[in-house]
């Protein structure tokens, strides 16, 4: 079995993936982490009993028709001002048709993606492979962000038609829960989240059409921790939902790049 894995180009979310490729080739499965070239040369090495298993692919980070909107060499968030991110997400687009050819090329068995790629969604399903949406955020982060139908359209009008929506636990999480965000934080979220960028497409919207063509979703939590929103998101999200145990900065892993501090990853309960 061959599984391919593409995460945001942020280390608060390639770290993850790398050791859930960790975590995959310890069952005897071989995994492909899908990254542009500095981002690879940024992560450890696999361990060396899994080596054989696991493979770093390096796809050339695009060229921008302006070379001016991203500093030379900035491949992650880590890389660039806040105010940038929205042309990495450009690049990042830019990837599509490379990681199509990929796909193309060597006919994995199952794709694993972060939030972002929404463009996966065509590509499985013209190739035939189903994929997995794996988040690196908690199960309670999720829940209370909520389910696609709530995101975009009249869902979002009804739901989230303000930054003061995210203040509250929301109607869909029906047992007791503090899980919301403070107005300064849920301002800065609504406007990052909902707004159309440069891109050319809003955070909620790509994340909408991730969820609602996957065929499963993976978190980043445990039932012993979380078993209440696991259980939650199964009814909200319509497909299964896969705990995976929380992770724990491994003692053989060296530094990585600091610095993907985001709203969404605050929340607490």
């Known amino acids: ?27 005897g499965i071989r995994v492909s982490l899908v990254s542009t070239p500095r981002n690879i040369q940024r992560l ?10 696991i493979k770093f692919v390096e796809l050339p980070f695009p060229i921008m028709e302006d070379r001016k909107v991203l500093p030379e060499g900035a491949e992650a ?4 001002p806040f105010e940038k991110i929205q042309y990495l997400k450009v690049a990042f687009d830019l990837l599509q048709q490379p990681f199509k050819q990929y796909v193309a090329e060597t006919s994995p068995d199952w794709i694993i993606v972060d939030f972002f790629p929404y463009w996966v969604t065509e590509i499985s399903w ?41 203040t509250s636990s929301p109607e869909w999480i029906t047992f007791p829960s503090s899980v919301a965000l403070k107005d300064f ?7 990052e989240f909902f707004a159309n960028d440069v ?17 499963a979703v993976a978190v980043r939590s445990c039932v012993e921790y979380e078993g209440e929103y696991l259980n939650l998101l199964g009814n909200l999200m319509g497909k299964p939902v896969i705990p995976r145990s929380m992770y724990t900065r491994s003692a053989d892993l060296p530094d990585y790049p600091q610095g993907d501090g985001a709203a969404c990853g605050r929340l607490n309960h």
């Open 1 to 27: 079995m061959h599984v391919v894995m593409l995460p945001w180009s942020a280390f608060g979310h390639i770290i993850p993936f790398f050791q859930l490729s960790i975590a995959i080739a310890k069952a």
């Open 44 to 53: 450890p090495k696999p361990p060396p009993n899994l080596s054989s298993l």
């Open 77 to 80: 968030t880590v890389d660039i």
């Open 126 to 166: 013209e190739y035939g492979v189903p994929f997995v949406y794996f988040s690196v955020f908690s199960a309670s982060t999720i829940a209370f962000v909520g389910p696609p139908y709530s995101l975009v359209g009249d869902g979002r009008m009804r739901f989230r038609p303000s930054s003061e929506s995210l």
């Open 185 to 191: 934080e849920a301002k800065a979220l609504y406007s």
């Open 199 to 215: 891109s050319g497409a809003s955070t909620a919207a790509r994340y909408a059409k991730i969820i609602n063509s996957c065929q």
